[in-house]
């Protein structure tokens, strides 16, 4: 059966998944943790670890030299888009197409597709500064090649 993948915010994952994330983190820093250790840390089972440990990562672990495209619904202001634009390039991203819709009530729709370098700092992190800008409406993540 052919895999199929999701991107979901953290928000939406069950507390298990999390924890297992967390195990996973503690035992690629420390290499006196073994599986056991790491999952009572986090309060989790050792089967729970196991049962879960190759279906959760974080976005930013497998992302390296993939493409994101955001759809990012921002106020349509002067300088709004520079400070988005700005963040990424504080994070290293490498920004590969740009395009924004024609404002309606004041709102644009601005679609970017970004590369994901080496040098890239954590994506998620970018995702959640830009998100509390307080003239970002939303943003999603349309797709990962």
Not at 5 to 12: G, I, S
Request: glycine share 2%; charged share 30%; hydrophobic share 40%.
């Amino acid at each position: 059966m052919k895999s199929r993948y999701y991107v979901v915010k953290e928000k939406a994952l069950p507390e298990v998944l999390l924890k297992v994330v967390e195990a996973k983190k503690l035992l690629a820093t420390r290499s006196d943790l073994s599986i056991l250790d790491a999952a009572e840390q986090v309060g989790i089972s050792r089967s729970s670890f196991y049962k879960y440990k190759d279906d959760i990562f974080p976005f930013y672990d497998n992302s390296k030299g993939k493409t994101v495209t955001f759809m990012i619904e921002l106020d349509d202001s002067p300088g709004h888009l520079s400070e988005v634009l700005e963040r990424i390039a504080e994070y290293r991203a490498n920004i590969l197409t740009i395009h924004q819709s024609i404002p309606v009530n004041n709102v644009a729709v601005l679609t970017l597709s970004v590369e994901i370098r080496e040098d890239t700092k954590d994506i998620s992190e970018m995702v959640g500064e830009i998100e509390t800008f307080n003239f970002v409406y939303d943003m999603k993540i349309v797709s990962r090649e």
